[in-house]
């Protein structure tokens, strides 16, 4: 189920952008814009937005979901400001920067507490390959020979 959970959201995803797309289409709902379907794609962007958003706090791959979320939600308010308040464009311009630096500082916080794992080779009794080799050889040498088993053969026996 764990597997599958990634589809199931998504698909809850673009079924109730869908589900609001469809209510703005026939008035039910209305924004007072001319243009209709692009909020399909305003509703499209806000959910996947907030769905890579809380899976960058939940994965170890945070700043590829960050990125990511900070652009779909990037778009989606730069078009409600602009279809919805009718502000001038410096203004959305402003907002736009505010929200970036606002992501910035999340996704700066988010890969401080990163750790690294010390390479080998940095280690406290690393030896390198040469060593090693040289360590097996030694105590090939050192090691008595086996002795091969005698065979037997069935014809020994009859006699």
């Known amino acids: ?13 673009v ?7 469809m209510l703005l289409e026939f008035d039910v709902i209305s924004f007072g814009t001319k243009w209709v379907f692009p909020w399909f794609f305003v509703f499209l962007a806000i959910g996947f ?12 791959n945070k700043l590829n979901f960050i990125f990511v979320s900070t652009a779909l939600i990037l778009f989606a308010l ?26 910035f500082f999340i996704g700066l916080a988010a890969g401080v507490g990163r750790t690294y794992d010390k ?21 090939e040498k050192n090691e008595p020979e086996e002795e091969l088993p005698e065979i037997k053969s069935f014809k020994d026996e009859d006699k």
């Open 15 to 21: 079924l109730v952008s869908f589900v609001l797309f």
């Open 119 to 139: 390479p080998d080779n940095e280690q406290e009794g690393y030896k390198t390959y040469f060593e090693r080799k040289a360590e097996r050889e030694a105590a």
């Open 1 to 13: 189920m764990k597997k599958y959970l990634n589809y199931i959201i998504s698909a809850g995803i």
């Open 49 to 60: 937005g907030l769905f890579f958003m809380v899976k960058a706090f939940m994965s170890r």
């Open 78 to 103: 730069i078009y409600i400001l602009a279809a919805l308040t009718r502000m001038e464009w410096y203004i959305i311009l402003v907002c736009a920067l505010a929200y970036l630096f606002f992501m």
